[in-house]
């Protein structure tokens, strides 16, 4: 059984940065990729980021390649999302995801979800 506890969310301008962090419980938390995804009100859950059980590969949507940044750190049991150069278009409900062993773009891949931390971008 893996929690997972997202914090960081909050309200800024355009152009400017935020940073996600999510919070896993649990002894197992390396042999867990991991994911970010976002659902904006009225539009389906979208994949964001992934990365590996170690950190050495990571995966990112079309649409954040180049400003969004995510890492982990296992001995904090912790994963980062870097979010630069936001846009309004990036407002959205973010989740934190963790899937056994494999990273995936698929949602349903995904064994773990946290509660989500709101991300608003104003123009």
């Known amino acids: 059984q893996v929690q997972l506890v997202e914090s960081g969310g909050g309200l800024v301008q355009a152009g400017g940065s935020l940073s996600l962090s999510c919070a896993a419980s649990?002894?197992?938390?390396?042999?867990?990729?991991m994911g970010w995804f976002r659902q904006a009100p009225g539009k389906q859950r979208e994949f964001v980021a992934a990365?590996?059980?170690?950190?050495?590969?990571?995966y990112y949507a079309d649409n954040v390649k180049g400003r969004f940044t995510i890492s982990r750190d296992n001995a904090k049991n912790t994963v980062y999302l870097q979010m630069n150069s936001l846009e309004p278009e990036d407002t959205a409900l973010y989740y934190c995801?963790?899937?056994?062993?494999?990273?995936?773009?698929?949602?349903?891949?995904?064994?773990?979800w946290g509660q989500g931390t709101q991300v608003t971008v104003s123009s």
């Open positions: 649990g002894r197992t938390f390396r042999w867990y990729a």
């Open positions: 995801a963790a899937a056994w062993a494999v990273s995936s773009f698929d949602s349903y891949k995904y064994d773990y």
């Open positions: 990365i590996s059980t170690s950190g050495g590969s990571t």
